[in-house]
């Protein structure tokens, strides 16, 4: 059965002087500015001139008749130059000029005439970029580059440093107290969520992979309730991260982080514990440089994670005593189920239904992640920046069946129970992302463009570990759960593919002291989602029934779908589903 929804939405909001756009990041930075004479009367028609030193970048543009002048759409990071020049008066020079990700720096310049040369110093009066702005658009947590590079983090995810935001909870993915699924997640401007909801609230985190190396990220603004409509999308936070670009210096990184359980401590509150075995190796790289100086530049990343992890840390006990030993504490990594139990389990599906369960002990469980990431960097001419990137991501986790869904106990591995490793399975999560953006400036400098457009393809899948399928049966001992057998009830045919496309445009013109922005954003979900629950079928029933069972289908075993379905089994159900929305704002 297809299922199919169109929703388009129109949403109009009407915001005067701000700068703007509907769910949406921000990826630039801006500078405004006003040059007085020695009198403090405004220069109208100076010169103003911000160079990118790492690439040459300049963007220029000249005061209006108040003195005040603005560039928008800047390359953020730095260093920055900025030069304020007019006939008859003595050139100022502002110098190691830093710009942070979604914020305006406001400079103040005073020229004094004279034969129109170079001073080394400048004049600037206000706030550059303080607390108290009136620029800023509400509260928001900036990380630049140095806090990336230095701060310590043991995971390398952008969790690390979103955390450092006040607000933020739940291992920095929860902002105001709001679950995760209402954070709105972007890089280089373009969405970035797990927009159907599910699980984690990024691609990727269903398999412990990051989206995107930290060694890719520039910096990172948390947003938490911002009235600039550029941001918007989301009741938690807007989490928005911009990517690293080349410059004139080739520069580069090649590294390796590697633990196991010898570099994990062994003491907790004065006990002595065991660690289980871990393998854990990261490698990457990283890449930037000019391809043509001053003019066309590339950047790109590279990093590949390798895990493994034991499928179980307990193991059953061997003896009826022993596992006495283990319910009462008496003995540690020891489990109250019993070898014997385990064997006799194994030998009847064997037997009796041709099935196999897998081990108990002994397994692992693997975790892989390649990811990928270029970038093109493209100062067209002096009033067009153009910039592409492209990344990519590999990844799968294996691991055991559902903890607790539609379980009489948990089925987590441990004192209580063991589980087989074909009852487990393999998720998966993929992508592909590109984003394309152009910067311009026109009009004598009195309009100023952004477009972006782009496009993100996730596939999200889970696999089944036998490619014999049987039954999920949760075998209980005294109520609780004692194993596990059969194919995950949760997994088959459990997919999930989305396709995000995304256009924006923001034209802003200057007039006076204040800038008018008229933009749109147009946004296209496609998902198609498969999850056909126990397809399998699935029983629950003491250890002494499970034996009890004389011949096959007694208790039973039934696929619920093909229950509804004449003479076999029930077709695979998915949903398809298609949504539009646009937004327009002045």
Known sequence: MKQQLLLPLLGIVCVVGSQAAHAQGVTTSAIKGLALDAKGEPLPGATVL?????????????????????????????PYEITISFVGY???????????????????????????????????????????????????????STAIRTLPTISRSQEDFTRLTPQASGGGLSFGGRNPLYNNFSLDGSIFNNSFGLDSP??????????????????????????DVRQGGFSGAGVNAVTKSGTNAFKGTVYTYYRNENLIGRRVEGAEIDNPSLKFNQTGFALGGPIVKNKLFFFVNGEFTRQTDPGQTFRPATSAAEAQAALSG???????????????????????????????????????????????????????????????????????????AIAPSSRVPGVNT???????????????SVVAELNSTFGRGKFS??????????DDYRELPSSTFFPMIDIT?????????????????????????????????????????????????????????QRYGYQR????????????????FLDLNAQAAAGGRAPIKQADIDVAQLGVYV
């Open 50 to 78: 911000a160079v990118h030193l790492p690439t040459g970048t300049k963007y220029g543009v000249s005061t209006r008749d108040n003195g005040q002048f603005d560039l928008l759409n800047l390359r953020i990071g730095g």
């Open 90 to 144: 003595e050139t100022v020079v502002e110098r190691n000029v830093q710009l942070a990700l979604g914020k305006t720096y406001e400079t103040r310049a005073v020229l004094r005439e004279g034969s129109g040369q170079q001073l080394d110093e400048v004049v600037v009066r206000g706030n550059r970029d303080g607390q108290i702005n009136p620029d800023r658009t509400g509260a928001a947590t900036n990380i630049s």
């Open 202 to 227: 990024t691609p990727g985190g269903q398999t412990n992979s990051q989206p995107v190396s930290l060694d890719a990220i520039d910096q990172i603004q948390v947003s938490l309730a911002p009235y």
């Open 330 to 404: 008496q003995v540690s990594g020891v489990s109250r189920v019993l070898q014997s139990d385990l064997d006799a389990v194994r030998a009847r599906l064997l037997s009796s239904y041709g099935y196999d369960p897998g081990t108990y002990q002994g397994f692992n469980y693997r975790t892989y992640s390649d990811k990928l990431l270029g970038k093109i960097d493209w100062n067209i001419n002096a009033n067009n920046t153009f910039s592409v990137r492209y990344n990519y991501l590999r990844s799968y986790r294996q691991q055991g069946p559902h903890p607790i």
């Open 418 to 432: 063991l589980q087989f490793s074909n009852s487990g399975y393999t998720i998966n999560n993929n992508l592909n």
């Open 449 to 458: 463009n952004k477009a972006q457009v782009s496009y993100s393809a996730f």
């Open 477 to 533: 001992q005294g109520g609780t759960t004692y194993t596990s057998v059969g194919t995950e009830q949760f997994s088959a045919n459990n997919t999930l593919t989305q396709h995000i496309l995304q256009l924006t445009d923001n034209l802003s013109y200057f007039a006076g002291k204040h800038i008018l922005t008229v933009g749109a954003n147009y946004e296209r979900f496609k998902f198609v989602n498969g999850f056909n629950l």
């Open 541 to 556: 029933l003491e250890l002494s029934d499970f034996f009890a069972l004389t011949q096959r289908g007694q208790r039973g």
